[in-house]
């Protein structure tokens, strides 16, 4: 007769989480050794792991700001990226310290999900500001110290957040922008180039000479030691007005000599032109007064010179 084999052994079923099986082998170490609560060996683990983890995460996040730092990257970007590090490592560390308690971290990470969705839905005003940040934050149209003007207003920018970017005034006050508004508006940046031109309109009266006119300009505008020669100062007739003949200088300066040399030569302008004797007209307005019926005898139309104010 044939006998059935015997059935094999069963092998030992591993566990689903060998890095659990271990805490939960390391727990009941503790307890033994220390004869103390269970509950006091997961809160001390929990704390311990936390502590550490704590610990390594700052050393991760420093070291990969020194990397960034030595790859030239911009400041704003290093900022973003470090901060996005760190909120990660943060989430990291937490889900391990809840689980260090026995918290059973997979029905938590669905319960979060699902909450996660409907706060998305309820604020998708402020994800629209999120994505907007990373945009800036990836193409970099502007940079930390540039100068630029969004949706009408002028400032230094000075730090760009997930949420909204940060510009310093002129007038030294603090201007915070919604990243949304910044990518559904055009940016002027000031500072993106290394010269800008200044474009000087001045008017003279229509009996001086405009060759005359423009030599003085031109004179004054190479005077100035932050005009650029290359390209060089030119001054253009822009039209014709009511009041004057409107000229314009253009000279060529490097970005950050920009605000001074333009006051310099708009003082350089009336000092000059009276020097020179040319005039600068103010608006001014011919009012001729005519008598109803016919004027006594040697009177004359009068002219009165109005100002325009």
Known sequence: MLRAAAPAPASATPPADPLAGRVDGLETALVQMLGASPW????????????????????????????????????ILRDFLRNLARAIG?????????????????????????????????????LANIASGVMLIVLRPFRAGDVVEIAGRTGVVERVRIFHTVLRTFENHELTLPNGLITAEPILNFTARGMRRIDLPVGIGYGDDIGKARAVLLEMAAAQAAVLTEPPPEVIVDSLGDSAINLVLRAWVNTPDFAPTRSALLEGIHREFGKAGVSI??????????????PPEGSEPRTIAYDGD
């Open 281 to 294: 007209p103010f608006p001014q307005r011919d009012l001729h007064v005519y008598h109803h019926g016919r």
């Open 40 to 75: 006091m060996v997961r809160i001390a683990l929990a704390l311990l792991i936390g502590l550490v983890g704590w610990w390594v995460l700052k050393l991760l996040v420093r070291g990969l700001d020194r990397v960034m730092q030595r790859a030239g990257m911009d400041q």
């Open 90 to 126: 943060l989430v990291v560390v937490l889900v391990a310290v809840l689980d260090a308690l026995g918290v059973p971290t997979t029905s938590l990470l669905a319960v979060l999900g699902a909450a996660g969705l409907a706060i998305g839905l309820a604020l998708k005003d402020s």
